[in-house]
């Protein structure tokens, strides 16, 4: 285990996977068909989806195709929110939220770009990739329980509807038909 995978395993402890679902939930009732919100939980489920279909690759072969879809899912998901969400989080007085953001989506590219080096169905590639989805699983969970429910809380209509063309405009752009 690398440092850095020890330092985020020691200041990210695990939400319980109930602790998970009822955020998102909440997240869900509080977004409308088709809007901002509706879209980056969908872009959650696909993520998390992506993870186990990286971990259960029968093969070396498959797990890295698999593993290229999830940062290309991981990627176009970070740039949508980085481009679009978290300038509306620092423009509603959550400066720390986006920052922190910024920071673990950056964080998950270089690790994700670490985990390419490593020999695929080794104990050492399933370590990395499991602190990977420790901490995306934390942040969208910090993402679902508080920052993007306050957006949704903040702002009106008009801004709502500048926030679901954005996002879904930034996330065609990377994910195309993934969107």
Known sequence: MSLFDKIVAAVTPPESDETRMEARANARRMA???????????HHDRIEAAFAA???????????????????????????EESVLYPALANGGHKAHAGLGY????????QMALLERIEPLTQDYFDKL???RGAV???????????????????????????????????????????
């Open 137 to 179: 699983t934390h942040h969208m969970y910090q993402e679902e329980s508080s920052w993007f429910p306050d957006i949704v809380e903040e702002i009106g209509s008009q801004e709502q509807q500048m926030l679901t063309h954005r996002f879904r405009e930034e996330a065609d752009r990377y994910l195309g038909a993934l969107a």
């Open 130 to 132: 499991e602190h990977i």
């Open 32 to 42: 409308a068909p088709g809007d901002w919100l509706s879209l980056i939980l969908d």
């Open 103 to 110: 920071q673990e989506q950056a964080t998950t590219k270089v």
């Open 54 to 80: 990286v971990k259960a690759a029968p093969d070396a072969a498959s797990q890295r195709r698999e593993q290229e879809k999830l940062a290309v899912i991981l990627t176009g998901h970070a740039n949508a």
